[in-house]
């Protein structure tokens, strides 16, 4: 490294020092200059276009979603106080607190109403679960039979929808596809109408392997009647023994069938629709089974009390 020894020059070369001063004035001159440059691109840099407050509420409205027009309201209202003479400070504070008290309680609001409508979901689940394999408990002749032709399901009732004692599992299906076509707020995607042609072609199957059941059930149970020409060399206490061996089969079938029901409504509300749309399905599947019973019951009514025309006050007899 090379020190550079600076020395003053001598008054007994004055041509010397002079070059020396110059050379030192020219550096210290274009010090100044530097210096000035600083200055100036500092001072030009604190001269830029300034963004108000304003501005920064505005972008910052945008890149939420949310409106500027009610910042600017609140800035409006918060100008007016200042205007009275109010605490600037005080009042942004108190603006500012009021909004988040309220859009708070809002916010737990929503979650309340969300959480409530979980739990009326899984309620209405955890019934049609019980109402459903409660076909597994009972294998009595007696059971079996009301759970195919339940006695208090009026007639046009079982008519229109039963399928082995209940709804057919593809026909709840159904009810998706016509209540997307009728409410515009139950919407399905794209691929939750994928997921449902899936799931109605697997569900159709299953139950043409039901029906296969049954109907194999029922031709064996013709057999074994106690009038029946094969059982003639039975007496009566075997026949009866047969038919309820074939009643223990048609149980079995049954609980599949429940099961299925069951299966399918469990797909609907936890997998296939969200929350809202659950809820939907649920209110609309209730009342659709409510309107086809109402229906049934007035045409039961109706068979066993017609109604007599009554004569007018006016007539003779």
């Not at 010397?16 to 840099?45: I, P, S, V, Y």
């Amino acid at each position: 490294m090379f020190v550079v020894e600076e020395t003053t020059p001598s008054l007994d070369h004055p041509r010397r020092w002079g070059r020396n001063q110059c050379w030192r004035n020219t550096k210290m001159a274009r010090a100044m200059e530097a210096a000035r440059f600083d200055d100036n691109g500092l001072e030009e840099h604190n001269n830029e276009e300034s963004v108000s407050w304003d501005d920064l509420e505005r972008d910052a409205a945008s890149k939420a979603g949310g409106s500027s027009e009610r910042l600017q309201a609140s800035r409006s209202h918060l100008n007016d106080s200042f205007r009275k003479g109010d605490e600037p400070s005080g009042d942004l504070y108190e603006l500012w607190r009021q909004e988040q008290n309220s859009i708070a309680a809002r916010l737990d609001k929503e979650l309340k109403s969300r959480w409530e409508l979980d739990e009326l979901i899984e309620e209405q689940l955890s019934r049609y679960q019980s109402h459903y394999y409660k076909a597994m408990v009972s294998t009595s002749l007696k059971d079996v039979s009301n759970f195919l032709m339940p006695q208090w399901v009026p007639p046009h009732e079982l008519a229109a929808v039963s399928w082995l004692g209940d709804w057919r599992p593809t026909s709840i299906l159904d009810i998706l596809r016509v209540q997307a076509a009728h409410n515009p707020s139950f919407s399905l995607s794209e691929s939750c109408e994928r997921v449902l042609s899936q799931l109605v072609r697997e569900i159709r199957i299953e139950e043409a392997v039901i029906d296969e059941e049954y109907a194999e059930i029922q031709a064996t149970c013709v057999l074994h009647l106690p009038f029946s020409p094969l059982c003639n060399g039975q007496s009566h206490e075997e026949a009866l023994s047969s038919v309820q061996e074939l009643f223990g089969n048609i149980h079995k079938v049954v609980s599949k069938a429940q099961r299925l029901r069951y299966k399918v409504l469990e797909l609907v509300m936890k997998k296939l629709l969200n929350q809202t749309d659950t809820a939907e399905f649920v209110v609309a599947f209730a009342g659709i089974q409510d309107a086809i019973h109402q229906f049934g019951e007035q045409k039961k009514l109706k068979k066993h009390y017609p109604a007599v025309p009554l004569k007018g006050s006016g007539s003779s007899s």
